[in-house]
């Protein structure tokens, strides 16, 4: 099968392919959510699962979704139908968009603390900090305590303000399209912000106590091995490499015919990796720094970055360079996340980009109101539960451990099973031009057999069926 679709924008080169991609890659989910999740789930473990998870099933799964993209020229959705039209497959895109939507709610969120941190750090709030003020600046823009405050009282009104203030961002830049917008801010801003990341690990290596962070994060305590940090590894792999999300399949649909998808994918999964452990070299000696828990959780970043720069020449025209960078890359996270939806919505409802861009933006705005204030359990809606959880944590838990893995592995079974061998192989070499046989045999082998099996291990274990 030819590639199908009517002529569309796409990017302009590899170079920009690699930007493009590396610019969903790399956002929040490296200087947020890895440093977190790695803090909660026992440093150096939960690493080690988690490499094990970007190469067994991250690679193998975005080279999917690349080859579903590129072959098919069309978003997440009219891509499973123009391979198989009528069938049941089509859903799995559904659920892609599902997952887009789902993360856009509470990232969107997330990226309003960068800006209001941004903004702060602007103004010289951080000049005099220390750790508890830093503590309760961040309790200030999350919204502890405000729970039975009106809807329209200033404490209530902050993160959403800064919510709307980042959607209003990430509108403008995908009204510009593919490569007026998405590329153009991704091949600026990246370089600069893995610069600025490395000024951070330099400061931080050299505070007292440093080596104490360092050992957290790179020693291998096997015992802290467990189902629930094997699936917090998967859910973070799948977060960070912009999986199951419909984002690669749309981003693959804007390939040019050259790129090659193998060399690609291992360079966006090693500079990913790179600035993750980057991050978490700013951070975790930080952290032990100045005797704060590894464990602090979503507003680790945010408690220990300050402290970082309060330490050095010049800190807080550094720290208002790197939030205002580290505001980039949330922006071009949620570009990637965005362009989604609004691919869909262009294409199959024949809509105007703009008009698709302003209706989801109104859309995730509202929606997303509802995890911007239930962050905290003293937050407004802070005491409204769903199946267990606050409506941030539902949004995350649903799309990150369930959704993403299961769309995962419905991604490899289609691709290893029901897609022709021939096909896959003449996409993967770059329609036979490339000599990488062995390439494409070890990934049909792994795709096939190793990636579905850790997907099904974990997923049996997440539902109860299994034990281990």
């Given at each position: 099968?030819?590639?199908?679709?009517?002529?569309?924008?796409?990017?302009?080169?590899?170079?920009?392919?690699?930007?493009?991609?590396?610019?969903?890659?790399?956002?929040?989910?490296?200087?947020?959510?890895f440093p977190?999740?790695?803090?909660?789930?026992?440093?150096?473990?939960?690493?080690?699962?988690y490499?094990?998870?970007?190469?067994?099933?991250?690679?193998?799964?975005?080279?999917c979704?690349?080859?579903?993209?590129?072959?098919?020229?069309?978003?997440?959705?009219?891509?499973?139908?123009?391979?198989?039209?009528?069938?049941?497959?089509?859903?799995?895109?559904?659920?892609?968009?599902?997952?887009?939507?789902?993360?856009?709610?509470?990232?969107?969120?997330?990226?309003?603390?960068?800006?209001?941190?941004?903004?702060?750090?602007l103004?010289?709030?951080f000049?005099?900090?220390?750790?508890?003020?830093v503590?309760?600046?961040?309790?200030?823009?999350?919204?502890?305590?405000?729970?039975?405050?009106?809807?329209?009282?200033?404490?209530?009104?902050?993160?959403?303000?800064?919510?709307?203030?980042?959607?209003?961002?990430?509108g403008?830049?995908?009204?510009?399209?593919?490569?007026?917008?998405?590329?153009?801010?991704?091949?600026?801003l990246?370089?600069?912000?893995?610069?600025?990341?490395?000024?951070?690990?330099?400061?931080?290596?050299?505070?007292?106590?440093?080596?104490?962070?360092?050992?957290?994060?790179?020693?291998?305590?096997?015992?802290?091995?467990?189902?629930?940090?094997?699936?917090?590894?998967l859910?973070?792999?799948?977060?960070?490499?912009?999986?199951?999300?419909?984002?690669?399949?749309t981003?693959g649909?804007?390939?040019?015919?050259d790129?090659?998808?193998?060399?690609?994918a291992?360079?966006i999964?090693?500079s990913?990796t790179?600035?993750?452990?980057?991050?978490?070299?700013?951070?975790?000696?930080?952290?032990f720094?100045?005797?704060?828990e590894?464990?602090?959780?979503?507003?680790?970043?945010?408690?220990?970055?300050?402290?970082?720069?309060?330490?050095?020449?010049?800190?807080?025209?550094?720290?208002?360079?790197?939030?205002?960078?580290?505001?980039?890359?949330?922006?071009?996270?949620?570009?990637?996340?965005?362009?989604?939806?609004?691919?869909?919505?262009?294409?199959?409802?024949?809509?105007?980009?703009?008009?698709?861009t302003?209706?989801?933006?109104?859309?995730?705005?509202?929606v997303?109101?509802?995890?911007?204030?239930?962050?905290?359990?003293?937050?407004?809606?802070?005491g409204?539960?769903?199946?267990?959880?606050g409506?941030?944590?539902?949004?995350?838990?649903?799309?990150?451990?369930?959704?993403?893995?299961l769309?995962?592995?419905?991604?490899?079974?289609?691709?290893?099973?029901?897609?022709?061998?021939?096909?896959?192989?003449?996409?993967?070499?770059?329609?036979?031009?490339?000599e990488?046989?062995?390439?494409?045999?070890?990934?049909?082998?792994?795709?096939?057999?190793?990636?579905?099996?850790?997907?099904?291990?974990?997923?049996l274990?997440?539902?109860?069926?299994?034990s281990?």
């Amino acid at each position: 099968m030819e590639n199908t679709g009517k002529p569309r924008e796409g990017f302009s080169s590899g170079l920009a392919v690699f930007f493009a991609s590396l610019g969903s890659a790399v956002g929040l989910g490296n200087i947020w959510k890895f440093p977190y999740l790695t803090g909660s789930n026992g440093g150096g473990a939960f690493l080690f699962v988690y490499f094990i998870c970007i190469l067994f099933v991250g690679i193998p799964v975005l080279l999917c979704e690349w080859y579903i993209g590129r072959r098919t020229r069309h978003n997440a959705i009219g891509a499973f139908e123009s391979l198989k039209p009528g069938s049941l497959w089509k859903g799995v895109g559904v659920m892609g968009v599902l997952s887009a939507y789902l993360v856009m709610f509470f990232y969107t969120c997330v990226a309003g603390w960068v800006y209001f941190y941004c903004f702060k750090a602007l103004t010289g709030a951080f000049a005099s900090i220390s750790a508890e003020s830093v503590e309760g600046l961040f309790g200030e823009v999350i919204g502890v305590g405000t729970a039975g405050q009106s809807f329209f009282s200033k404490a209530v009104l902050s993160p959403i303000f800064w919510q709307f203030i980042v959607l209003c961002v990430v509108g403008f830049g995908i009204s510009m399209g593919v490569r007026g917008g998405i590329e153009r801010i991704t091949k600026t801003l990246m370089p600069l912000l893995f610069v600025l990341i490395v000024i951070c690990d330099i400061r931080a290596l050299t505070l007292p106590g440093a080596g104490e962070g360092i050992r957290f994060l790179f020693h291998i305590d096997f015992s802290r091995i467990t189902p629930s940090v094997a699936l917090s590894a998967l859910g973070l792999a799948f977060f960070k490499l912009s999986l199951a999300m419909g984002i690669m399949i749309t981003y693959g649909s804007y390939f040019t015919e050259d790129v090659h998808l193998f060399k690609t994918a291992g360079k966006i999964a090693f500079s990913d990796t790179l600035v993750s452990m980057l991050a978490g070299l700013a951070i975790f000696p930080t952290v032990f720094s100045f005797g704060m828990e590894p464990s602090a959780g979503p507003g680790l970043l945010f408690m220990t970055i300050p402290l970082v720069f309060s330490k050095m020449p010049f800190g807080t025209v550094l720290l208002a360079a790197f939030f205002l960078l580290t505001s980039f890359a949330a922006t071009t996270a949620l570009l990637s996340l965005m362009e989604v939806p609004v691919a869909f919505w262009s294409e199959e409802f024949k809509m105007s980009r703009k008009k698709a861009t302003f209706m989801n933006c109104l859309f995730i705005g509202l929606v997303g109101i509802t995890a911007t204030l239930s962050v905290d359990s003293s937050s407004l809606l802070g005491g409204i539960k769903l199946f267990g959880d606050g409506f941030f944590d539902f949004y995350d838990h649903l799309s990150s451990n369930i959704i993403m893995p299961l769309g995962g592995l419905l991604i490899a079974i289609f691709v290893g099973y029901f897609s022709k061998k021939e096909d896959v192989a003449y996409e993967l070499s770059n329609h036979g031009t490339l000599e990488n046989g062995f390439y494409v045999r070890f990934f049909s082998f792994v795709i096939r057999y190793v990636s579905p099996a850790l997907l099904v291990i974990i997923l049996l274990n997440t539902i109860g069926i299994i034990s281990f």
